[in-house]
């Protein structure tokens, strides 16, 4: 089953996005800030990290950096999504393996999240 952490303060679309994956087979841990994120990943070990950029205080793109720094992290993918004005160079530079513009489109995040973490079958 495939692992994934959510972090966003937008506590609504927080929930609706963590019962979408649900509903199509994820597990799912969500999280409405940043505080507890490393925490999270060492012990969750997820397999994708999909990320709101504007968080409260915090920058995704930083703990993006951040989680791409460690080894033991270093390759697990990581989605963007915002609804503000993002540059593709900031995306690039903390590494994202993706970025997806808000409002989203369900099946379009379902898309990408296979094409990063692909399933057997």
Not at 75 to 96: M, N
């Amino acid at each position: 089953m495939l692992k994934v952490l959510i972090v966003d303060d937008d506590n609504d679309l927080l929930e609706m996005v963590s019962l979408i994956l649900q509903t199509h087979g994820m597990e799912v841990l969500s999280l409405n800030d940043h505080t507890d994120f490393f925490t999270a990943l060492s012990n969750y070990k997820p397999d994708l990290v999909v990320l709101d950029i504007y968080l409260n205080d915090a920058d995704g793109r930083e703990l993006c950096r951040q989680l791409k720094k460690t080894e033991e992290f270093s390759g697990t993918p990581v989605l963007l999504y915002s609804a503000g004005h993002i540059s593709p160079s900031s995306i690039e530079d903390c590494q994202a393996n993706d970025f997806l513009q808000k409002p989203f489109n369900i099946s379009v995040l379902l898309n990408r999240i296979h094409q990063q973490v692909p399933q057997p079958g």
